[in-house]
């Protein structure tokens, strides 16, 4: 059984920061690309970034220049920094991962439980 925990999400005003954290664990041989994406409300959920386990990132445009994605490989968790927070990136933000789980046939994708990022005028 594979699990991805987030955690690090709360409340902030405009213009500051908060970082987020995943760690994916149980009986994973391994992992692809790891990422976030989000679901403001009313609206459908969207990429954030992804970085796959070579380095390589992408970035959703409203997000370039605030947020950095990164990664360690060894404890199978991924990051997401926040900075300049603005009232639009208020969402519930999930955590993904492409991965292939022991005793399975391949890689899919596995979700965390999602953590709300609140960010006040």
């Known amino acids: 059984q594979v699990q991805l925990v987030e955690s690090g999400g709360g409340l902030v005003q405009a213009g500051g920061s908060l970082r987020l954290s995943c760690a994916a664990s149980g009986s994973i041989f391994s992992i692809n690309a790891m990422g976030w994406y989000r679901r403001a409300p009313g609206k459908q959920r969207e990429l954030v970034a992804i970085m796959t386990s070579g380095g390589r990132t992408n970035y959703a445009d409203s997000v370039k220049g605030r947020f950095t994605i990164s990664r360690d490989n060894a404890k199978n968790t991924v990051y997401l920094q926040m900075n300049s927070l603005a009232p639009e990136d208020t969402a519930v933000y999930y955590c993904?991962?492409?991965?292939?789980?022991?005793?399975?046939?391949?890689?899919?994708?596995?979700w965390g439980q999602g953590t709300q990022v609140t960010v006040s005028f």
């Open positions: 993904n991962a492409d991965l292939f789980a022991i005793g399975t046939m391949g890689t899919r994708a596995y």
